[in-house]
């Protein structure tokens, strides 16, 4: 099974700053990996996919980049609504993991 | 617009089962790879199992395998699971969810999900 650790577990910034999260695979996934992102008592929604396509409707502040093992999820300048928990996800060998999540704080 | 309902939940003993359902609308429910995924309260994302979008192929988590089984009705745009010898740590919300892509070229990310259902397990 492909563990994938998202890093950091938490992450506190400011309404404009700029927003770095890390997913890193234990091995290849290629490009094959999402972005999720999960508000409070909500249901997650697909931000990126093929590593870096940005789903339908997502705002252009949300980019994805990598290959191979590692993966960054960078949202251009924070708005109040990003508050969330972001997952990275996987698919590979006929099974599919979740990160662990990095919760994203605004201060 | 897209509509994914899920229901069936509730609280059982362990030992016992318990069968979810997905309503699906608004899109071709048949040409969608669909899959089951849940989240136990208060932790992260844990894929379940997926089914084709013809019912011809199913993969399930090892946690799962043998206890779960993932079906659908494409006449009635419901996809279903059927939980089975349930343990305490397969109490979660279970989503389903649908594939971003048609047909045979599944894509193994999810672009629609439902708001849950919750399955409680306990004694």
């Known amino acids: 099974e492909i563990v994938l650790t998202q890093s950091p577990a938490t992450l506190s910034l400011s309404p404009g700053e700029r927003a770095t999260l890390s997913c890193r695979a234990s091995q290849s996934v290629s490009t094959y990996l999402a972005w999720y992102q999960q508000k409070p008592g909500q249901a997650p929604r697909l931000l990126i996919y093929?590593?870096?396509t940005r789903a339908t409707g997502i705002p252009a502040r949300f980019s994805g980049s990598g290959s191979g093992t590692d993966f960054t999820l960078t949202i251009s300048s924070l708005e109040p609504e990003d508050i969330a928990v972001y997952y990275c996800?996987?698919?590979?060998?006929?099974?599919?993991?979740f990160g662990q999540g990095t919760r994203l704080e605004i201060k | 617009q897209v509509q994914l309902a899920e229901s069936g939940g509730g609280v059982v003993q362990p030992g016992e089962s318990l069968r979810l359902s997905c309503t699906a609308s608004g899109f071709t429910f048949s040409s969608h790879a669909m899959y089951w995924v849940r989240q136990a309260p208060g932790k992260g994302l844990e894929w379940v199992a997926v089914l084709s979008h013809d019912g011809s192929a199913r993969y399930y988590a090892a946690s799962v395998k043998g206890r779960f089984t993932i079906s659908r009705d494409n006449s009635k745009n419901t996809l279903f699971l059927q939980l089975n010898s349930l343990r305490g740590e397969d109490s979660a919300i279970y989503y389903c969810a649908r594939d971003i892509a048609t047909g045979i070229k599944a894509r193994w990310f999810f672009d629609n999900w439902g708001q849950g259902t919750l399955v409680t397990v306990s004694s």
């Open positions: 996800q996987q698919r590979s060998n006929w099974a599919i993991t």
């Open positions: 093929d590593a870096s």
